[in-house]
T-cell receptor, first 109, second 118 residues
């Protein structure tokens, strides 16, 4: 079945540094959703990307969908403590989402 | 609007016992999902309902897991008998609908039920 690779598994950053997570697929994706899960919480929808080369911004978060629709990225500028959590990409396959393993953002004390 | 409700929030059982989880989706949401999330992993879809019909249950271990959504609203997920490897958070989510077209609907998750099997 379709699989998605999300890297890195963890990223430790100082508050104020940038953070990026990448999502890669071997097959062309129809669309991709991104979710954030705070420690002890449940996934919360962030955004959906549909078009090739699409770039969407939400304040300090920038989401990109690759031209070939096989990869996507999430970039956070100037991280804050409120950004802590695990970020999941979830491409759609047929009628269900295929969840990556997530990238855990950790702010160094 | 009220979110997805789940109960109980925590459950501890011994292996070979049975357990049931309940979910009430957001009002008007046709699609309901049950996920299993093991610590450190992404959610794994167990079953997806469209109204009261099953869309996909290919990853549901049917020898021990069962789920129903009889009236197309709330749903229950049961495990009988439980195994140690069933220890996980069970998440219920709902969405307005689902689509085979490029567009799709975001999923709203409940708080989850943390199951510990000893």
């Amino acid at each position: 079945g379709q699989q998605v690779m999300q890297i890195p598994q963890y990223q430790h950053v100082q508050e104020g540094e940038d953070f990026t997570t990448y999502c890669n697929s071997s097959t062309t994706l129809s669309n991709i959703q991104w979710y954030k899960q705070r420690p002890g919480g449940h996934p919360v929808f962030l955004i959906q990307l549909v078009k090739s080369g699409e770039v969407k911004k939400q304040k300090r978060l920038t989401f990109q969908f690759g031209e070939a629709k096989k990869n996507s990225s999430l970039h956070i500028t100037a991280t804050q403590t409120t950004d802590v959590g695990t970020y999941f990409c979830a491409p759609k396959s047929n009628y269900q989402l295929i969840w990556g393993a997530g990238t855990k953002l950790i702010i160094k004390p | 609007e009220a979110g997805v409700a789940q109960s109980p929030r925590y459950k501890i059982i011994e292996k070979r016992q049975s357990v049931a989880f309940w979910c009430n989706p957001i009002s008007g949401h046709a699609t309901l999902y049950w996920y299993q999330q093991i610590l450190g992993q992404g959610p794994k879809l167990l079953i997806q309902f469209q109204n009261n019909g099953v869309v996909d249950d290919s990853q549901l271990p049917k020898d021990r897991f069962s789920a129903e959504r009889l009236k197309g609203v709330d749903s229950t997920l049961k495990i009988q008998p439980a195994k140690l490897e069933d220890s996980a958070v069970y998440l219920c989510a709902s969405s307005l609908d689902y689509s085979r077209l490029a567009g799709d609907y975001e999923q709203y998750f409940g708080p989850g039920t943390r199951l510990t099997v000893t």
